[in-house]
């Protein structure tokens, strides 16, 4: 599974909204952009999408930005991905060779591999990895 910059950017700003779900106060996109020197613009693009997806929802005002439209628990690294990147099928080199046993047989490793990554992605939910950034962060102060 390809995994693309733009698709990486959305579960970092997305984690970053899920660190700040508890406080129930939006998220700007300065700020995000700012913490993690990714473009704005390219944020607000990315947004749109997690907006489309209702991954994320607007506040507006002067204290406006954006927070999760579900908990951290109920939202999943795959479907950031989706959300972003779309439902992607793996092409392979070998798609286009005449069939034969021991192509058959290695197709069936990729498939399984694609299926492998897939399962860690919707196992792993943004409140897993901010429990895993709160773990970072306490063995790097040590």
Known sequence: ???????????????????????????????????????????????????????VQ?????TGGYQLARSPESIHLLEIIHAVDGLSGEISALDDLPPAPMLR???????????????????VTLADLTRRGSEAALEYQI
Request: hydrophobic share 45%; net charge positive; glycine share 2%.
């Open 1 to 55: 599974m390809n995994i693309s910059a733009k698709a990486e950017y959305a579960c970092l700003a997305m984690a970053e909204l899920a660190s700040r779900h508890q406080q129930r106060m939006p998220t700007s996109l300065k700020m995000i952009a700012d913490t993690h020197h990714i473009s704005q613009p390219f944020l607000m693009q990315i947004f749109m999408q997690l907006k489309g997806a209702r991954l």
């Open 58 to 62: 607007a506040l507006r005002g002067a």
């Open 105 to 123: 047989a290695l197709q069936s490793v990729w498939k399984d591999k694609q299926r492998a990554e897939q399962q860690v992605l919707e196992d």
